[in-house]
């Protein structure tokens, strides 16, 4: 109980910096170039991110191979398994690897709808999916093919479609779709997986929470024989 008091003491204060980070990133749009103001705003989420983890007290390491295999103008998917809500600002972090890349979140409708987080999504880019239907994967392609007019898009999808939040973790089904959205647009994948249990950090707040592990593997392409559901999980398990 005591944990959920302080966690609650703590939303004004994401709220109001939340709030702060929309400003600034309004201000870019109306006084610089496109190419600079999407820079600045990759460079505004980052610090979101970092100040969120901040906040919660999240101890993290990002592992990266010696080659991510990313080229510029290029566009990617970046596929993750999914524990909490920290896993967005987790991810979001894996950019300051590729700084000429920009992050946009493929997110449930109802994700985008919240709070806080739902304003910083659809304001750093994200892109709304509603899973329960085929106009909503028709919307998805469309939005996906006009943000493709400009290269340099990393795409970030959660493809096990909800957060999986058992103590015994055992990776879920990929909802449908990721195959078609990669095949569509021959998007190369690059895989995350993060370790640990980041959703103890929403229920205690503590400062000896075990450190989380974001794994980030190298870009590969989907082979034929193959779903992107099975490649995952071979890169999962080659890390254990």
Partial sequence: MLDKIKLFFKIPKLYFFSKNILKKIEKNKENNSKVDFLRKRETLKNKWSQSVLNLL?????IEFPEDLGIAEDENYILISNHRSMVDIV?????????PNKKTLFIAKEELLKMPIIGSVLLNMGGIAINRGSNSGTLKLLKEIKKQNKENNNMYVLFPEGTRTR???YNLGDFKPGIDLIVKKFKFKIL???????????????????????VKVGKVFDKEEDKTVEEMYKEFVSNLK
């Fill in 57 to 61: 007290k999240v101890k993290y390491k």
């Fill in 90 to 98: 987790l991810i979001q972090l894996i950019q300051e690897k590729m």
């Fill in 166 to 168: 058992k103590e015994e």
């Fill in 191 to 213: 895989p995350v997986y993060i370790e640990g249990q980041p959703e103890k950090y929403l229920e205690k707040l503590e400062k000896d929470q075990s450190p989380l592990k």
